[in-house]
Structures are given as C-alpha cells and as structure tokens.
Nanobody, 114 residues
C-alpha cells in the first residue's frame, strides 16, 4: 500500500523560503502523478501544484505561479515543493496527494509571519 510522508514545514518570515518534501512508499513511484494541496485556517483545501509522472508537465494555481516550483526525484520516491517569496496568505497545512491512488499524506504546517 502506498504511503505519503511530508516534511519540511515550519515558521518563516514573509519573503523567506521553505522546501517541502513528500516521500512515497511503493516500488512504482515513477508511475504516480503527484500534487500538492493546502488548507489555510478556516478555508477549504485548495490545489497548489501538480507534476506528471515523468516530471515534464507541471501546473500551478495562479496565486503561487512564479514563486513556487514543484519537482520530483523518482530515484528517491520523492516530490518537492520549493516555496520562495512566501507571503502571510501562504500559511496553511500543505498536503501531498497521489492522483493514481487518491491518497493523502498527513500534512505539514507552514506558517509565514508578516
């Protein structure tokens, strides 16, 4: 069974950077389409970014385009979210999602102080 474990969240000042990681179990990670979502305080969970199984296709929500970069290292069974120029409104729990299995990670908290 596929499991997803996120890491890399924390507290950062506005304008700073964080890099989130999501490590997946399983032997066929290279066949998984992966995404990042987030849920801010009192808000619904929203899509942030997605990456195809090969890594050659990426998509972003408009609010993070140009600041966030999604990438993956299939040899490490890991997908990353590099977050730069962070804003207070980026504060949320960030979740990793595997499209193939409809599975979520446990989430990692990102807090941006203004």
């Amino acid at each position: 069974q596929v499991q997803l474990v996120e890491s890399g969240g924390g507290l950062v000042q506005a304008g700073g950077s964080l890099r989130l990681s999501c490590k997946a179990s399983g032997r066929t990670f290279s066949s998984y389409d992966m995404s990042w979502y987030r849920q801010g305080p009192g808000l619904a969970r929203e899509f942030v970014a997605a990456i195809s199984r090969s890594g050659d296709s990426v998509t972003y929500v408009n609010s993070v385009a140009g600041r966030f970069t999604i990438s993956r290292e299939n040899a490490m069974n890991t997908v990353f979210l590099q977050m730069n120029s962070l804003k207070a409104e980026d504060t949320a729990i960030y979740y990793c999602y595997c499209t193939n299995y409809g599975l979520w990670g446990q989430g990692t908290q990102v807090t941006v102080s203004s």
